[in-house]
């Protein structure tokens, strides 16, 4: 007999005693575990929808793309330059896949004829089949070593991962037992076997003869009892018992409905409709922010790049979306009621503490690290401004922030500066002049109030009259942007600020903006056009980066010095500014550029943001002295900077670390003008 005859003739008795037995096993399974599926989907579903109203709707084909290439090709974990997960994810998700399909090709070619005799359809699904199942046992074995053996700190261990693991390898053994079976009880020449079934063929050997010949009856029992049973029990398990696997669906549909507004851009409260100031309850969250808690794969990403947690803080992003996890399903224990159990946890004091919501410095480095995006610095704010807005507890300092910024217009309380002095001596025109400039230079409260960072605004002055840049500043009329009250949660406080400005601003027609401050520049570009103020912003590095590209500036030689660039968070993560700084660094001869050893969007906060830089610290636990220990290490003699926050951070830190002697702090700007007075001697 042929190969061909061979084969369809061992797939007639295959389907007679094995396929028919396992299409009823099917037919009585599947209800199950639809029903299964239906009951664990509808309980998080049921659970999504006490959340508030949130309209995520918006550019599906964007949203799809994403998920396909973040939930599929693993980019988020690529990009932290985790190499090694990636590869782990890839295998156990590229391996399961090609699984489940050859399984499902090889199950229907019987039925669905699509070639008489299917052995070519079987043979190459059946191949498939067998290297997926190869890569999802090799993508396992690096997940147990990589919990058990390497475990980053920042993984934890439930008794379930162990089942699972566990669980998965025998099915998957089990069915490449099945496969080696039928190779030791069939006729067909060995070299075909091998080719199309390799590690069948090696499992083939371990089959004694007395067990071949009750061929029928074992694979039945096999293929039923050991492989096709435990497989369908796991699919139940995972959806009836909340299971971490519940992750491969809620992941990816985490990931399409992400926020696809400005990065750093807060949501708004609208206080003519809405009763809420904040969240101080679970359901008072939105629908997309109880689907984050269970979508969180407990990987700990957010945890390791976090710079309160690793200087020291209480503070876990991890730990925040877990409890409040935790929190929703104790408050909630039976969904399909909608009603809470009569004697709840206060989610702001015992769930989730005061400290560790004001630790928090905004500074998106948790939501930059999460593979699937996952929304903590939202949630934290949220919580803010319940505390701020409705019962008034919060730290002192941020009680005396906020009332200088109402009172004052800035939050520097104490200063005897004025918004003029800084521009003493440089004669200046403010709007007032009437006259139309080119821009208006927005120059900030840090910049015109805090002696260290007044010099910035004066070397934009100078840069910017080198270049023949046409400006005005708004002088006295110039008040703070509000980014420090509403990170701080007094979002009403904000949208006062916030909508004087914009009149002020409207009044002077306004349309292109230039500020030397991140916080400023975010708030200006992303969070004004929620209130109607739409213009074009402009940080300073941008801008100088452009003069000195189209030639309008021209810089001489500095003194050889290494220059490290930091990366100020709102700045990068929150806007993607990454190479303007740089090459302007790059445009200043006679300095050696060196590289951080986190930079660019892995760049450490300095410990300012969230109005950090107006609360008291413990020095042992403050971020910014925890940066300036990296900037020392690299043995650098300036670290640059472009952002007032960072300067004035980083000169505590220098101070606190006593390194004054060896290690100067300068923006940007600072040397951009110290070049342009090089360059006319």
Wanted: aromatic share 10%; with cysteine; net charge neutral.
């Amino acid at each position: 007999m042929s190969l061909s005859e061979i084969f369809w003739a061992d797939q007639l008795v295959y389907i007679k005693d094995i396929f028919l037995p396992v299409i009823i096993g099917v037919l009585v399974f599947v209800p199950v575990l639809v029903a299964a599926f239906v009951f664990g989907f509808g309980r998080h579903y049921r659970l999504w929808k006490l959340g508030q109203p949130d309209d995520r709707s918006g550019n599906r084909w964007k949203r799809l793309f994403t998920t396909l290439a973040v939930a599929v090709a693993n980019i988020r974990i690529v990009r932290t330059k985790e190499l090694y997960p990636g590869i782990m994810h890839a295998l156990i998700f590229g391996g399961a896949a090609i699984l489940v399909l050859g399984k499902i090709i090889r199950l229907f070619s019987y039925v669905t004829g699509i070639t008489n005799p299917p052995q070519t359809v079987y043979l190459y699904s059946s191949w498939a089949a067998e290297i997926g199942g190869v890569l999802l046992l090799v993508g396992g074995i690096l997940a147990v070593i990589r919990r058990y053996i390497i475990r980053p700190a920042r993984l934890d261990n439930k008794p379930e991962d162990s089942l699972l693991y566990v669980w998965i390898f025998l099915i998957v053994l089990t069915g490449f037992m099945v496969k080696g079976y039928r190779i030791a009880a069939s006729d067909t020449a060995v070299t075909d076997w091998a080719s199309w079934s390799p590690v069948g063929y090696l499992l083939s050997h371990i089959f004694p003869a007395f067990l071949v010949e009750a061929r029928n009856e074992i694979l039945v029992w096999h293929r039923a009892i050991i492989h096709t049973v435990p497989a369908f029990i796991l699919l139940g398990y995972i959806w009836v018992n909340r299971s971490r696997l519940q992750h491969i669906l809620l992941s990816p549909l985490n990931i399409f409905f992400r926020s696809l507004k400005p990065k750093g851009a807060l949501s708004p409260v609208d206080f003519e409709t809405t009763e809420l100031f904040g969240v101080s309850k679970i359901e008072d969250y939105t629908w997309k922010q109880l689907m984050d808690l269970d979508a969180c794969t407990r990987c700990g990403r957010c945890q390791d790049v976090c710079p309160a947690n690793f200087s020291g803080k209480v503070l876990s992003p991890k730990q925040v979306i877990l409890d409040l996890k935790d929190h929703l399903y104790e408050t909630y224990p039976v969904p399909w009621q909608r009603k809470p159990v009569e004697s709840r946890k206060d989610m702001i004091s015992e769930v989730i503490t005061d400290e560790v919501i004001w630790d928090c410095t905004t500074c998106r480095a948790c939501m930059q690290a999460c593979p699937v995006y996952i929304e903590h610095v939202d949630k934290i704010v949220d919580m803010r401004r319940n505390l701020a807005m409705e019962q008034s507890r919060f730290p002192e300092e941020v009680q005396n922030t906020l009332k200088s910024l109402g009172a004052r217009g800035h939050p520097f309380r104490g200063t005897t500066a004025t918004r003029t002095t800084w521009y003493e001596g440089l004669e200046l025109d403010d709007l007032s002049e009437g006259k139309n400039p080119e821009i208006l230079y927005w120059v900030g409260c840090t910049g015109a109030l805090e002696d260290r960072n007044m010099s910035v605004p004066r070397a934009m002055v100078s840069i910017l009259r080198a270049a023949g840049v046409s400006f005005r500043i708004l002088g006295e009329e110039e008040s703070c942007c509000g980014d420090p009250a509403r990170r701080m949660g007094d979002e009403y406080l904000f949208q006062t600020i916030c909508q004087s400005n914009i009149e002020i601003l409207k009044s002077h027609d306004v349309k292109k903006i230039l500020t030397a401050c991140p916080h400023c520049f975010n708030t200006l570009k992303h969070e004004y056009p929620q209130f109607g103020g739409n213009y074009e912003v402009i940080h300073h590095t941008q801008f100088i980066a452009d003069l000195i590209r189209e030639g309008r500036l021209k810089l001489g030689k500095l003194d050889d010095a290494k220059i490290a660039y930091h990366d100020s968070c709102y700045l990068g993560r929150y806007n993607d500014i990454y190479k303007e700084p740089r090459a302007i660094l790059r445009a200043i001869n006679g300095i050696t550029n060196v590289e951080l050893g986190r930079c660019g969007s892995n760049s450490f906060c300095c410990g300012g943001g969230g109005g950090h830089m107006w609360m008291e610290e413990d020095p042992d636990k403050r971020v910014n002295n925890r940066r300036v220990d990296e900037i020392v290490q690299a043995k650098v003699d300036v670290v640059a900077t472009a952002c007032p926050y960072c300067l004035t951070m980083f000169e505590d830190g220098v101070k606190a670390k006593e390194v004054e002697e060896t290690l100067r702090v300068k923006d940007l700007s600072e040397l951009v003008a110290e070049a342009l007075e090089k360059d006319k001697l």
